[in-house]
């Protein structure tokens, strides 16, 4: 099975992974208000996050960096 994100929202504070270790990183590093795109492409081997902690107005926000190509997870 896949998880396709594709959530289309604007940032000033653009922070791209593309890869799972940079994707995890910035989950980790992430406070209220925090936007983490995530390139085109496939990416396997899964991916768990936990302890994301936004704030009321301020979501933690993870989208996709294009939504004709979403990031895959396999």
């Known amino acids: 099975s896949s998880l396709v994100l594709g959530v289309v929202c604007l940032a000033s504070d653009l922070q791209v992974a593309t ?9 980790r ?3 209220p208000g925090a936007m983490i795109t995530i390139a085109p492409g496939e ?3 899964g991916l768990w996050l936990q302890d994301l902690h936004g704030s009321e107005g301020k979501p933690i926000t993870i989208r996709g960096s294009d939504p004709k190509s979403p990031p895959m997870f396999t």
């Open 19 to 27: 890869n799972l270790a940079e994707i995890r990183q910035l989950a």
């Open 29 to 31: 590093s992430a406070k």
């Open 43 to 45: 990416y396997q081997g």
